[in-house]
C-alpha cells in the first residue's frame, strides 16, 4: 500500500492536527504488521516547505501543453505523487472554515490532473480526471478550535464532496483542536488519539465502524469547560491586560471543575503557590467554579481545603511528569484542612467526555491526587466484595460454636452456595481460599475433630491469611477498599497501599492473638458464645479502620 500523507498546516510536523494524522497512520501500519503483509509506504509532504505558486488560470495545461503547467517549481512533483499513491491523507486545521491558504493553492494546481471537456456525471458539471483513479482512496483529517466540528466544516465537505464524490472519502473532523498541545489534558486527548489510531486499523482492513466513528465525533471537553478552558489560554483579562502565568494556569484549572459533583455546599480550594507567592481561591458550586485573587489583607473567610505547593511541582504534576501521590509522599507539597477534596479529586476536576454535561473520564485528576472513585470507569463492572470473603467465617465461627455437626453442616452450605453469590462480583482469591478453609475446618469438626482446637485454629488461619498479604504487593484490604479509591488505578497510589498495608496487619495480628483467649473460653460454660464474644473486638478495630484509612492520609498531607 502506497500511502502519501500531504500535511496542509503552516506549523508543519508541530501541528495538532498532524498528531491525528500520524496516530491514524499508526493503526494502517499496526494493522499491516498484525497481518503479516508488506509495510506501507508512507510519503510525507508538508506543503509549508514545498514552492507551490498560485495558480494563473491560464488553462496552458489543457491547449497548449496538456497535462504540464506552465509554471515550473514542487507542484509537477506532487501530482506524480498523488498518482503513485493508493490512499492520499490530506491532514489540515480548520482556517476561516476552509483550508490554509497554502494548501488551497496546491489544490488549485491539480488542474493538469483535469480533462478539459465538460463531463455530464454530475448534475452541476465538471471535468473527467485525465487519469485512471480508480480504487484510490482518500482520508481527510482536520482539527479546529471551536467546541465542535459540527457546522464549521460545511465549506470543507462542500470541497471534498465535488472532488470525490459525496461517499468517496473517509472524513475526521475534530473539535477543540488546540487541546492536543496541553500536556495537562494528555489523559483525554491520548484517549481520543487511540479511537484514531482504531480507525486507521478499521480503514486499513475495509471502512471505518459505527462505534469508533461515535467516538471521534465525540467532544473533548463539554462546552462550557472547553470555552473556559480556551478563553482562560489567552492570559488575558477582561481588561485586555497580560496576566500572572500562575492565574492562568489556576484559571484553567478551575474551568475543569465538574458542577455535576457539587456536595450540597460550596468547597474553597485555595491554591497557595509557595514559591511565588501567590494565592488564589477557587470556590467550586453548585453553577460552577468561581477564581478569586487574595487580596493585600487576606481572604475574609476560610478555606475547606487548603493547598501549599510550588507552582513548579503542581504544574509537574498536572502535566503528568510527576504523579501527586508520589509527590505528596515525598512532601512536595502539603494540604491543609478537609482532605476529603484529594481522596475525590476525580470527581470535582475530572476530565470530561463529549457531551455537554456528559459524564468525566478519569484525566489529570489522577496525577494530582491519586485517589477518588475511578469517575471513568464502566459502572457495570464487576467489583469485589469483602462480605463474601467474611461470610463463610462468620458463620462458622457463630453456628460451629452453638452446635458442631449442624454448625458444620450450614458452613459448607454457605461455602457451596459462595459462587452464586459471587456471580454479580469479582471473586479474588482470598474468596476461594478463604471457602476451602472453613470448608476443611467443618469437614474436621464433622469427622470428630475437637471444637476446642479447630475453632481456635480457624481464627489462626485467618489471621495467618491476613498478615501473610502484608508482605505481598497488594496487601489483602487493598483488593477490597480500592473500589471506593479510584479502582484499579489506587494500586498504584503509595499513599493508599501503605494506608491498606498498615491496617491488614493490624487486622492479621487481631486474629492471631484472637486463638489465645479463644483457647480458654472454648473449655468454659461460654463457649457456644465465642463466636459473639469474639466480635467485640473487630467491631472496635472496625470503627479504628473507619478513622485510620481517613486519618492516616492526612497525616501524610499535613507534611
Known amino acids: 500500500m502506497n500511502i502519501l500523507a500531504i500535511n496542509g498546516s503552516p506549523k508543519g510536523k508541530r501541528s495538532n492536527t498532524w498528531r491525528l494524522t500520524s496516530a491514524f497512520l499508526d493503526g494502517i501500519i499496526a494493522w499491516e504488521e498484525n497481518g503479516r503483509k508488506q509495510a506501507p509506504a508512507i510519503e510525507t509532504l508538508n506543503v509549508n516547505a514545498l514552492d507551490i505558486k498560485p495558480c494563473l488560470g491560464c488553462f496552458s495545461c489543457w491547449s497548449k501543453t496538456p497535462g504540464m503547467c506552465c509554471i515550473h517549481d514542487d507542484m509537477q512533483a506532487v501530482i506524480e505523487k498523488i498518482l503513485w499513491a493508493d490512499v492520499v491523507i490530506w491532514s489540515f486545521p480548520l482556517y476561516y472554515f476552509g483550508l490554509p491558504g497554502q494548501l488551497k493553492n496546491l489544490i488549485d494546481r491539480q488542474l493538469p490532473m483535469s480533462l478539459p471537456f465538460m463531463s455530464a456525471e454530475t448534475e452541476s458539471g465538471g471535468h473527467p480526471s485525465r487519469y485512471d483513479m480508480n480504487g484510490k482512496r482518500t482520508v481527510v483529517v482536520s482539527t479546529c478550535g471551536f467546541y465542535t466540528a459540527k457546522g464549521n466544516y460545511d465549506c470543507v465537505t462542500s470541497l471534498f464532496d465535488r472532488l470525490c464524490g459525496k461517499d468517496g472519502y473517509a472524513a475526521i473532523f475534530c473539535g477543540q483542536g488546540e487541546l492536543f498541545r496541553v500536556k495537562e489534558l494528555a489523559d483525554r486527548t ?312 498498615i491496617l491488614t496487619a493490624a487486622w492479621g495480628v487481631l486474629y492471631l492473638i484472637t486463638p489465645i483467649w479463644t483457647c480458654f473460653i472454648m473449655q468454659t460454660d461460654a463457649a457456644s458464645f465465642v463466636g459473639a464474644i469474639n466480635s467485640i473486638l473487630p467491631a472496635l478495630m472496625g470503627v479504628f479502620t473507619a478513622w485510620f484509612q481517613k486519618w492516616y492520609p492526612r497525616h501524610i498531607a499535613r507534611g
Open 190 to 501: 491520548n484517549e481520543y488519539l487511540s479511537w484514531v489510531r482504531k480507525a486507521g486499523e478499521e480503514f486499513a482492513s475495509g471502512e471505518i465502524s459505527g462505534e469508533t466513528r461515535d467516538e471521534l465525533d465525540r467532544n473533548l471537553f463539554p462546552r462550557d469547560v472547553f470555552e473556559a478552558m480556551a478563553d482562560a489560554s489567552w492570559g488575558v483579562g477582561e481588561s485586555g491586560e497580560k496576566e500572572d502565568p500562575s492565574l492562568v494556569f489556576t484559571r484553567q484549572m478551575a474551568a475543569l471543575y465538574r458542577k455535576q459533583a457539587w456536595p450540597g455546599r460550596d468547597i474553597v480550594l485555595d491554591m497557595n503557590y509557595t514559591d511565588i507567592g501567590n494565592t488564589y481561591r477557587i470556590v467550586l458550586g453548585e453553577s460552577g467554579s468561581r477564581l478569586e485573587t487574595e487580596p493585600a489583607e487576606g481572604f475574609s473567610a476560610g478555606f475547606t481545603t487548603r493547598i501549599n505547593t510550588p507552582l513548579s511541582v503542581w504544574r509537574s504534576i498536572a502535566s503528568g511528569e510527576i504523579a501527586g501521590d508520589e509527590a505528596l509522599m515525598k512532601h512536595l507539597y502539603s494540604v491543609e484542612g478537609d482532605f476529603d477534596l484529594m481522596m475525590h479529586w476525580d470527581d470535582y476536576f475530572g476530565a470530561a467526555s463529549g457531551a455537554d454535561g456528559g459524564e468525566m473520564d478519569a484525566g489529570e485528576s489522577d496525577a494530582v491526587a491519586g485517589g477518588g472513585p475511578a469517575a471513568g470507569a464502566n459502572a457495570s463492572e464487576p467489583k469485589t466484595n469483602m462480605l463474601l470473603l467474611l461470610i463463610p467465617w462468620i458463620v462458622f465461627w457463630v453456628a460451629a460454636a452453638i452446635d458442631g455437626f449442624w454448625g458444620s453442616l450450614a458452613s459448607i452450605a454457605v461455602c457451596v452456595l459462595l459462587p452464586v453469590l459471587m456471580r454479580r462480583t469479582k471473586a479474588t482469591v482470598y474468596d476461594q481460599v478463604s471457602a476451602l478453609a472453613v470448608a476443611a475446618c467443618s469437614i474436621a469438626l464433622l469427622t470428630g475433630a475437637s471444637s476446642t482446637l479447630i475453632i481456635p485454629s480457624s481464627y489462626f488461619l485467618f489471621g495467618a491469611m491476613w498478615a501473610a498479604t502484608c508482605f505481598f504487593k497488594v496487601p489483602l484490604t487493598a483488593h477490597y477498599s480500592k473500589n471506593s479509591y479510584n479502582g484499579e488505578a489506587a494500586l498504584r497510589n503509595p499513599i493508599f497501599m501503605r494506608t491498606n498495608r
